[in-house]
């Protein structure tokens, strides 16, 4: 089974500072790893992913990400926030390799985040 | 690339009822998904199609549930007999099919369970 988890359900930051939000998981084999922004009333936009290669992706808005195996971490992060930047943020996996096919995904609870002036 | 859409967007029923949603998932994706997601919590995953297909359904899709994509183009979702616990937003996904790709999500349906 896969699965994901959020440890926080809440983070604040001041405008301009980096924000991070953390980010495990636990699967079979090789993770593929995405992350995806939720304002309210509307549903899930794609903001990145980590398939192969680099540890660290970038993504939509300024957004980034480090993948660290050993850790089994995802970490979305930015160097400066935005009061725009506010919304829910969920983590997603799915097995890279699935018997039967299918890219059915596993979110965490996700996490608030809230950035004050 | 007009996006994921979703209708209706809010639906308001009394217990007992049935009630049905429409997807129409970005044109040139074979993948199509339904996920449940209620307040404080992850989207869950229902079911999802390949082309017309039906390739998985998730434990949680009771028998009172029941999807479809006839054409392989958009779907719905019915629910039978809703009950109190079925309030919940029905959100929409979908893909291309290779490897890795990530899904597209639509506004979702709310549905309220009066």
């Known amino acids: 089974a896969q699965s994901v988890a959020q440890p926080e359900d809440q983070v604040n930051v001041a405008e301009g500072n980096p924000l991070t939000v953390k980010c495990t998981y636990s699967?079979?084999?090789?993770?593929?790893l995405f992350w995806y922004v939720q304002y309210p009333n509307r549903g899930l936009q794609f903001l990145l992913k980590?398939?192969?290669?680099?540890?660290l992706v970038k993504g939509s808005y300024g957004f980034e990400a480090e993948f660290n195996k050993s850790q089994t971490s995802f970490h979305l992060k930015k160097p400066s926030a935005l009061v725009s930047d506010s919304a829910l943020y969920f983590c997603?996996?799915?097995?890279?390799?699935?018997?039967?096919?299918?890219?059915?995904?596993?979110f965490g609870t996700g996490t608030q985040l809230k950035v004050e002036l | 690339d007009t996006g994921v859409s979703q209708n209706p967007r809010h639906k308001i029923t009394k217990r007992g009822q049935n009630v049905t949603f429409r997807c129409d998932p970005i044109?040139?994706?074979?993948?199509l998904y339904w996920y449940r997601q209620t307040l404080g919590q992850g989207p869950e995953f229902l079911t999802y199609?390949?082309?017309?297909?039906?390739?998985?359904k998730s434990r949680l899709l009771s028998d009172r549930f029941s999807a479809e994509r006839p054409k392989g183009s958009f779907s719905t979702l019915e629910i039978q007999r809703t009950e109190q616990g079925d309030s919940a937003m029905y959100l929409c996904?979908?893909?291309?099919?290779?490897?890795?790709?990530?899904?597209?999500f639509g506004d979702g349906t709310r549905l309220s369970i009066l």
């Open positions: 699967v079979s084999g090789n993770p593929y």
């Open positions: 199609f390949q082309n017309e297909a039906q390739l998985e």
């Open positions: 980590y398939i192969t290669g680099d540890n």
């Open positions: 997603a996996v799915r097995a890279a390799f699935l018997t039967g096919g299918g890219n059915k995904l596993t």
């Open positions: 044109s040139e994706h074979n993948r």
């Open positions: 996904a979908s893909s291309p099919v290779e490897m890795g790709m990530a899904q597209h």
